[in-house]
């Protein structure tokens, strides 16, 4: 390791700079994707005086974690392999070794459970020293006790086997790392601190049970309503976190209120959320991968459509909108009426084309529902006929064409074995059906109580042959592995024409920003944080394919019409729009890069470092 990096972006040469998060190696939700996309940007400037730091999972670290082997931790002299050496000889169970994502930055993993036994003492520590409260059935919560105990142990002995050489900054990400902070602060450790809530946990459960959460924020009593949705230990971990940090910091405009309001500090700092853009030298190579994965969407809505009806696919528009299933916050609830009312719309306009609008979510299921399956089977025994037959009549074409005088095209029909014609009618009328296509993919656990069922049944908007709009809800992540698409989600993002995200309640939003960096047109909120910041940072937006919808302070009538005139306008676009629609968005994707925005963690970091 450099002492001193000699990096042309090298930043607080004499600092280091350890990055907390649940989510190092252990992919739960958001913050993973925030802290893998921003490595390669931040390891110009910090090299190997940047690490990262978080709980060891081994069945979630395997396919991602390479651990250093003993000998090759005892020939590193850095200041992260001294500080595992020391606690791993007082007994520590702690690994560090290299994170293998783009940047392949230094990780270190310390399991939490070796303190299982201690776990008593480390709660009632936690009580009289910072009054945060542990209940004895939460498994969370105790992972996150004994993962804070552990973390801060690593912490002190790194900033103080350094102490007259390095500054040590140590930056956490949400509640379950932030833990660590008040007993830093007690213990005096010489190590500046940075907090970063990406989501208030009360504002998240407030969001969702209150439809005026925006209008009473500031009357919220926290202890109450955290007591109320049962969370307290995790809310007093979260407020102990940000009024311990030296800097404390979240990720858009729109939770500084919420910070104001539910945890009683006005962030220092705004450390808005970027990707890694993987850019393309030449714009038609994006399109091509647009066509080269509408084309696997198309083939999945032939076996799911064309079984009972047909229409035209050069015509028809894929809409999608993906991200936890939260039914109010994500603005699922909005998207369908704004979609009802599009469907109505279409039908009384005339106008051809339809729309297919893929809701992506996670949801309990029993299984992928066979008559699915079994109807993209049976399509593709069509599809193997249709080639058997193309292959035999193609070959006898041929040799009538060298032999015949006669330049007319012969009778193809004559041309095909009756084997091969009645495979070909017994295919299509095994297939072939009078029921409608189904709104959803799997077999819901409960699908008496779901809410995106209940709306498109009270709507009757059911993939009726009349519907413009027709449903699709996949209530599973979208991967390689799946047998309806066989690709993964950023391949499916791609083949899509626009992603749909008009949300109620979204710190930052990572699926409007996932499309844009993909070339794909989105439709955001200014409730979300991306959309606000596109709202102040980005001039002419819409005309780079980035919609907001407004929701701040306008009725959901309102606001659903303002989505239905956004989807109106980009149905009617013909395909020489789209294509430059999407050639605005790809050119405009760089705003978001990190190498842009590391910009706002490097002013955060200073500040820290003129604070102790």
């Not at 790809?586 to 890069?593: K, M, N, R, T, V």
Request: proline residues 5%.
């Amino acid at each position: 390791m450099q002492t001193h990096s000699s990096a042309p972006d090298a930043l607080f040469p004499d600092s280091l700079l350890i990055e907390v998060a649940w989510e190092v190696c252990n992919q739960v939700g958001g913050i993973y994707t925030v802290i893998r996309s921003k490595v390669p940007a931040t390891m110009p400037a910090w090299g190997g005086r940047y690490c990262l730091l978080g709980p060891y999972f081994p069945q979630q670290a395997q396919g991602e974690f390479e651990a250093y082997d003993e000998e090759q931790l005892a020939g590193m002299n850095d200041p992260y392999a001294q500080a595992v050496r020391t606690l791993r000889s007082q007994g520590m169970d702690i690994c560090i070794g290299v994170w293998l994502v783009t940047g392949r930055p230094r990780a270190v993993l310390i399991n939490p459970f070796q303190v299982y036994d201690r776990l008593a003492t480390l709660k009632s520590d936690l009580w009289r020293d910072h009054q945060i409260p542990a209940p004895d059935n939460d498994d969370l919560l105790h992972q996150v006790i004994a993962f804070g105990h552990l973390a801060q142990q690593f912490i002190e002995t790194v900033a103080r086997q350094t102490v007259d050489q390095w500054k040590v900054i140590a930056h956490f990400h949400e509640w379950m790392t932030g833990v660590a902070i008040p007993e830093l602060r007690r213990r005096q450790v010489p190590a500046h601190l940075l907090f970063t809530t990406h989501a208030t946990l009360l504002g998240r459960y407030l969001a969702m049970n209150d439809p005026n959460f925006y209008d009473n924020l500031m009357l919220v009593d926290w202890r109450a309503q955290a007591r109320h949705f049962n969370i307290e230990p995790a809310v007093s971990m979260e407020r102990a976190a940000a009024h311990g940090s030296h800097v404390f910091t979240t990720v858009s405009e729109l939770t500084v209120r919420e910070c104001i309001y539910l945890l009683d500090r006005i962030p220092d700092a705004v450390l808005p959320n970027g990707l890694n853009i993987e850019r393309f030298v030449a714009l038609h190579e994006f399109q091509n991968l647009h066509k080269l994965y509408k084309d696997k969407i198309h083939e999945f809505v032939m076996a799911h459509f064309f079984q009972s009806y047909s229409f035209d696919l050069d015509q028809t528009i894929y809409l999608f909108t993906s991200g936890r299933y939260e039914y109010h916050n994500k603005g699922f609830d909005l998207t369908l009426e704004a979609l009802a009312r599009l469907n109505h719309r279409l039908q009384q306009s005339g106008l051809e084309g339809q729309v297919v609008m893929f809701f992506i979510t996670k949801r309990p299921y029993t299984s992928i529902n066979p008559l699915v399956l079994q109807s993209r089977a049976q399509l593709e025994e069509v599809r193997q006929t249709c080639r058997a037959i193309e292959e035999q009549v193609g070959e006898r074409l041929f040799y009538a064409a060298a032999a015949s005088h006669d330049h007319r095209l012969p009778d193809l029909d004559s041309m095909v074995d009756d084997y091969w014609k009645l495979r070909y009618r017994r295919g299509l009328q095994s297939w072939k059906t009078s029921q409608l296509p189904s709104v959803i993919t799997h077999n819901l656990v409960n699908d008496q109580d779901d809410d995106i069922l209940n709306f498109v049944r009270r709507a009757n908007l059911i993939n009726h042959r009349h519907d413009r709009v027709k449903i699709v809800y996949h209530p599973d992540f979208v991967s390689t592995t799946s047998p309806l698409f066989g690709m993964d989600y950023g391949q499916f993002v791609r083949g899509c024409h626009l992603g749909v995200f008009p949300s109620y309640y979204e710190p930052w939003g990572y699926t409007p920003l996932e499309c844009v960096a993909r070339g794909v047109p989105a439709v955001t909120s200014d409730l979300s944080g991306f959309g606000d910041y596109v709202q102040k940072n980005v001039p002419d937006h819409e005309e780079k394919g980035i919609f907001v919808v407004r929701r701040q302070e306008r009725s959901f009538d309102q606001a659903a019409e303002e989505l239905t005139e956004m989807l109106w306008n980009f149905v009617l676009l013909n395909r020489r729009e789209r294509i430059t629609q999407r050639n605005r968005v790809e050119s405009s994707a760089d705003i978001f890069d990190w190498k842009n925005l590391r910009v706002y963690y490097d002013r955060a970091y200073a500040l820290a470092l003129e604070r102790q």
